[in-house]
């Protein structure tokens, strides 16, 4: 039992590339989240998914793409990456009621220079 | 707006002595509480949580105190061990509708000496 497995760990991009930030679960849960955090502040959430087929802003979302076509995977899309992005990106997953724990990868380290 | 507060960047302790950690919150629909760990390169782990209609939740050295006029949370780690050093973030959902979804606070990093 893996839990959430992000890839890559670490990437460096240049300014206007694109690159897809993959997350995978083996919990089966139905909800997954994209949080980024940067330095000294807390986790942002940029997407959310409720299940399979159904995807939805969270606070941060402009640059950003999601899709969710299997219960398991929630890859997160950047287009056109800007300085602004530079970030530690973590997935999570949950059963998703309210005071459900999520259950965080270990994060993808991206630089945009 | 930052809904969730956590005012101390750090916090560093004896071992063996009391953390507390505290964290302050905005929004009166907020009815469920966590705590995270974050050890460095790791995701954040759950700790524990309470829910609004409790004023105290307890986990082996971990207790969870809530106070809801004061909007106001706190985390109580006795006694505290080396192993505790991290950050901890405090969260907080307003509601199933709300699709599960945590607002975090900042995060203060905890430092237990020997």
Redesign the interface.
């Known amino acids: 039992n893996a839990g959430?497995t992000q890839t890559p760990k670490f990437r460096i991009l240049k300014i206007g590339q694109s690159m897809t930030l993959q997350c995978a679960q083996d919990m089966n849960h139905n909800?997954m989240?994209w949080?980024r955090q940067d330095p000294?502040?807390?986790?942002?959430?940029i997407y959310?998914s409720?299940g399979a087929g159904i995807t939805?802003k969270?606070e941060v979302p402009n640059g950003y793409n999601v899709s969710r076509s299997t219960t398991e995977d929630f890859p997160l899309r950047l287009e056109l990456a800007a300085p602004s992005q530079t970030s530690v990106y973590?997935c999570?997953s949950?059963?998703?009621?309210?005071?459900?724990?999520?259950?965080?990868?270990?994060?993808t380290r991206l630089t945009v220079t | 707006d930052q809904q969730?507060k956590?005012n101390s960047?750090s916090l560093s302790v004896q071992e063996g002595r009391i953390s507390i950690l505290n964290c302050d919150y905005t929004n009166s629909m907020f009815?469920?509480f966590?705590w995270y760990k974050k050890y460095p390169?790791?995701?954040?782990?759950?700790l524990i949580?309470i829910?609004s209609i409790k004023d105290k939740n307890e986990d082996g050295r971990f207790t969870v105190f809530l106070n809801k006029s004061a909007k106001h949370l706190s985390l109580h780690i006795v006694p505290s061990q080396p192993g505790d050093s991290a950050v901890y973030?405090c969260a907080a959902?307003e509601?199933?509708n709300q699709?599960?979804?945590?607002?975090?606070?900042?995060?203060t990093e905890l430092s237990v000496k020997p």
């Open positions: 959430v909800y989240y949080y000294g502040m807390g986790l942002k959430l959310y409720v939805d969270g973590f999570a949950s059963y998703g009621q309210t005071g459900s724990p999520l259950h965080f990868g270990n994060g | 969730v956590q960047p009815d469920y966590l390169a790791e995701g954040p782990t759950f949580s829910s973030f959902s509601g199933y699709g599960g979804k945590l607002i975090f606070g900042q995060g």
